[in-house]
Structure formats: C-alpha cells, structure tokens
Nanobody, 120 residues
Framework: QVQLVASGGGLAQAGGSLKLSCAISGRTLSLYDMGWFRQAPGKEREFVAAIRSSGGSTYYSDSVTGRFTISRDNAKNAVYLQMNSLKPEDTAVYSC?????????????WGQGTQVTISS
C-alpha cells in the first residue's frame, strides 16, 4: 500500500514563500512520476506541477510557471514544491500524487492535503 503524506502548508503573506513536502512510503519513490494538485474552496481540483521519476523533466500549470518549483529526492523518498511570490489566489488545499505523466498527469495514488492560505 502506497501512502503519501504532505506537509509544510500554513499561512503566508502575498509575495512570500512556502515549501511543501510529500513523503512516500510503501513503495520506492523512484517508481513513480510525482505531481502536486490543489483545490480552492468552491473550485475543482487542478493540476499544479509534475516531475518525472528520474527528475529529468518538470511540468507546470500556466498559473504557477515561474513561481513554483517541483523537485524530488528519491534517496529520501520525498517530493517538494517550492512556492515563491505567493498570491491570494494560491490559497487552496494542496495534495501530492503518485502516477504517470502521459501528456497529462494520471494519478495512481493520492496523498492527503495540506492547507495553504495566502493573505493579501
């Protein structure tokens, strides 16, 4: 059983930074492409970023390109999302996921979310 545990959310001011972490257990992280998604109140969950299993390629939604950076440390079984220049519209529950990148991210396993709240 694969388990994903996200952490690092919290409250930040607009223009600030937060770094989310996602730890995987039950399987080796290197087997999966990894992604981050978010869901704001009253909105559908949306793709944020993804990274291939080797870490060689990354993908971002237009809304976070240039501000967010996804990375991974397969030795530590962890994936990260560095979020800079945060905006109030980044407020959402952020979830990590394990799966496959095939032009879009196909989720095989979801982690629980971590709340990110950005004040103006």
């Amino acid at each position: 059983q694969v388990q994903l545990v996200a952490s690092g959310g919290g409250l930040a001011q607009a223009g600030g930074s937060l770094k989310l972490s996602c730890a995987i257990s039950g399987r080796t992280l290197s087997l999966y492409d990894m992604g981050w998604f978010r869901q704001a109140p009253g909105k559908e969950r949306e793709f944020v970023a993804a990274i291939r299993s080797s870490g060689g390629s990354t993908y971002y939604s237009d809304s976070v390109t240039g501000r967010f950076t996804i990375s991974r440390d397969n030795a530590k079984n962890a994936v990260y999302l560095q979020m800079n220049s945060l905006k109030p519209e980044d407020t959402a529950v952020y979830s990590c996921a394990a799966g496959v990148w095939a032009g879009r991210f196909i989720v095989q396993y979801w982690g629980q979310g971590t709340q990110v709240t950005i004040s103006s």
